[in-house]
């Protein structure tokens, strides 16, 4: 089997069969740092093709979420599962998992002396293996997607913030993730850039991409999630559809963020 190929844990895959339609099922997680509690038994599925939106105040705990799926921090308690297996299970198959999905970050972390294609180009020939030349057409490619076709040879301080962010994006998907997951993609970003970052998250959600994304961009919100999820000190308060959150339809502490965010 190829490193692309590579599938989560085997473990228990029969007995998870009632999971298939989602490709993300998260149970009754919690964690603490120290004496604080950042996570309360948080529960929340993504089926495959969805886009969820976490919402909340800061220090809800929706970065730490995140963090927690893409087993960058262990959980102190309860089960994520990824395509029915449970990937909390044995954490020494987190490079694997990791494989599967991808992550942005808040700040682009790209390395400097490489350029735009050389930065998506990177993990795909030391991962998967390819060729420099197969790994430059998908780069090639990939750039196209996220509308920078021409900043191919660009290194990062030629780039604005948002078209770095959109390299960081490129970079992810070059891996060909099952699931993309965004930490405030465009929190570091000036205003006139956080459109096309935006733009670029959007198609993909329109093309099929599974992604749980961390944002305050209510319009993108409205835009592109299938569901909403509001997060307040730790604990997931409300789940709703995208339509029944921005009509109104939602827990009291949720609707009182949302108006405070839109006004």
Known sequence: MSAD???????????HAGREGKLLEIVGIDKSFGHLRILKRCSLDVARGETVVLIGPSGSGKSTLLRCVNLLEPADGGDIFFEGANITADLKNAPRIRRQIGMVFQNFELFQHLSAAENIMLAPMKVLG????????????LLGKVRIPDKADAFPDELSGGQQQRVAIARALAMKPKL???DEPTSALDPEMIREVLDVMADLSAEGMTSLVVTHEMGFARRAADKIVFMESGEIVETASSEAFFGGSVNERARHFLDQILH
């Open 130 to 141: 390819l060729s420099r030349a197969d790994a430059h057409d998908i780069a090639v490619d």
């Open 180 to 182: 993309m997951l965004y």
């Open 5 to 15: 190929q590579t599938a989560v844990p085997p473990n228990a895959a029969a007995s």
